[in-house]
């Protein structure tokens, strides 16, 4: 089962920064947070990833709660074509290397004009 | 980032027929492959875990009898149906994983059964 928890949807105005949160209060100490997005009809695409540090890429920021129970996934400046479905995902099993991507319910981010 | 080509990304069968699809890392080598299956509206469900050269994980509650799934090498993965029937309809996508751990995902495969 997933050990993830996220909102079913969300709406965002375009320009706007979103900010989609994820609970994972079960994580354990090498596991790390692995977001990925899905325009319909697609496989699903990697955004960022961490372990407990805040990290930032092209794309997003990832923001993790110091006790590690939830993060945010942050786009800030959202364009229409971010609307998809992002996947917060707990690697379990085998650290940064290992085990399996089990994908939760997700939230569907609709960015709107 | 690292590209995974799935092959064919439509097929339409009779039931009772096998169809097999192919999964590709086309840029680097895989050591570990993944399939998904996903039904309209839902998540994405692993089915099975494979490494080149050995025989594949599965999930609990998926049929490797009915799911047969071959990782002949580094860059290439099938996953065979078997005996398709309309309730194996569904959208099939793998993922190709490679030695750093990067986790990269095909484009999906839409199967019909009729």
């Known amino acids: 089962d997933a050990k993830t928890t996220q909102p079913p949807s969300m709406d965002c105005a375009e320009g706007r920064a979103a900010n989609l949160p994820c609970n994972h209060s079960?994580?354990?100490?090498?596991?790390?947070v692995y977001w990925y997005r899905q325009i319909h009809s697609q496989g699903p695409q990697y955004i960022i990833h961490g372990l407990k540090n805040n990290e930032t890429n092209e794309m997003a920021s990832l923001i993790i709660t110091e006790d590690r129970k939830s993060s945010t996934l942050i786009l800030p400046h959202a364009t229409l074509r971010d609307t998809a479905v992002y996947y917060c995902i707990v690697r379990v099993g085998g650290g940064n290397q290992g085990g399996k991507l089990i994908f939760g319910q997700g939230t569907e981010l609709s960015v709107k004009p | 980032g690292a590209v995974v080509s799935q092959h064919p990304s439509r097929v339409i069968c009779k039931s009772g027929t096998s169809v097999k699809i192919e999964c590709r890392s086309l840029d680097f080598q895989a050591t570990t492959m993944f399939w998904y299956r996903q039904f309209p509206k839902k998540s994405l469900m692993l089915m099975a875990t494979?490494?080149?050269?050995?025989?594949?994980?599965?999930e609990q509650g998926v049929e490797k009898d009915k799911f047969l799934i071959n990782h002949a090498s580094l860059t290439l993965s099938t996953l065979t149906v078997t005996s398709a029937h309309p309730e194996d309809s569904s959208f099939y996508i793998c993922s190709a994983r490679e030695q750093s751990g990067e986790q990269f995902f095909g484009p999906g495969t839409r199967l019909t059964v009729l």
């Open positions: 494979s490494n080149e050269g050995s025989k594949a994980t599965y």
């Open positions: 079960t994580i354990s100490g090498n596991e790390y």
